[in-house]
T-cell receptor, first 113, second 111 residues
Framework: NAGVMQNPRHLVRRRGQEARLRCSPM?????VYWYRQLPEEGLKFMVYLQKENIIDESGMPKERFSAEFPKEGPSILRIQQVVRGDSAAYFCASSLNSDQPQHFGDGTRLSIL | GESVGLHLPTLSVQEGDNSIINCAYSNSASDYFIWYKQESGKGPQFIIDIRSNMDKRQGQRVTVLLNKTVKHLSLQIAATQPGDSAVYFC??????????FGAGTILRVKS
């Protein structure tokens, strides 16, 4: 009964390093979404991907952030040259198709030293 | 601008009572709404959804009501239990596939 799997659960990086966050969608789901959550706030949309395609990246900063969802393997959210302001919980969701509910993983908590 | 917001940041209820969590949205184009429950250290858990062609939808112990006239939806939890304690978010699809989340309501259940 595998739901959306994210790893690592916790990630610590120093300023200037790279962070790579992984997300395996639910079985059969080909739509993946990444959201970011700051403490005591709601989730904010970052990017929406289908297999090998970025559909909407309007919520993702233009610099340092990138996302991919290759034909094989998990979706990756990559943050280059991290800064303190990147500290947050990053959640991945998947859906069967675009008008079905999005189901979330338990997130990656990114801390920047 | 479009927004999804909650009227009450914290709701305390007695175990066994019914809970009502409210949410307002501003975009008339929103046609799909979801309620999520988030426990500490976990991701949002899908509770129930409703589309704009419906006014009410029921699940197990939960009911969502949608009032399109005043752009308001609510989540009703019957016979609230300690395990219901969490943060509850409403979300809508005002931006297509991108869900717009409200700030959240903390539900505290007193035994």
């Amino acid at each position: 009964n595998a739901g959306v799997m994210q790893n690592p659960r916790h990630l610590v990086r120093r300023r200037g390093q790279e962070a790579r966050l992984r997300c395996s969608p639910m079985k059969g789901h080909s739509h993946v979404y990444w959201y970011r959550q700051l403490p005591e706030e709601g989730l904010k949309f970052m990017v929406y991907l289908q297999k090998e395609n970025i559909i909407d990246e309007s919520g993702m900063p233009k610099e340092r952030f990138s996302a991919e969802f290759p034909k094989e393997g998990p979706s990756i959210l990559r943050i280059q040259q991290v800064v303190r302001g990147d500290s947050a919980a990053y959640f991945c969701a998947s859906s069967l198709n675009s008008d079905q509910p999005q189901h979330f993983g338990d997130g990656t908590r990114l801390s920047i030293l | 601008g479009e927004s999804v917001g909650l009227h009450l940041p914290t709701l305390s209820v007695q175990e066994g009572d019914n809970s009502i969590i409210n949410c307002a949205y501003s975009n008339s184009a929103s046609d799909y709404f979801i309620w999520y429950k988030q426990e500490s250290g976990k991701g949002p858990q899908f509770i129930i959804d409703i589309r704009s062609n419906m006014d009410k939808r029921q699940g197990q112990r939960v009911t969502v009501l949608l009032n399109k006239t005043v752009k308001h939806l609510s989540l009703q939890i019957a016979a609230t239990q300690p395990g219901d304690s969490a943060v509850y978010f409403c979300a809508d699809n005002a931006r297509g596939n991108k869900l717009v989340f409200g700030a959240g309501t903390i539900l505290r259940v007193k035994s």
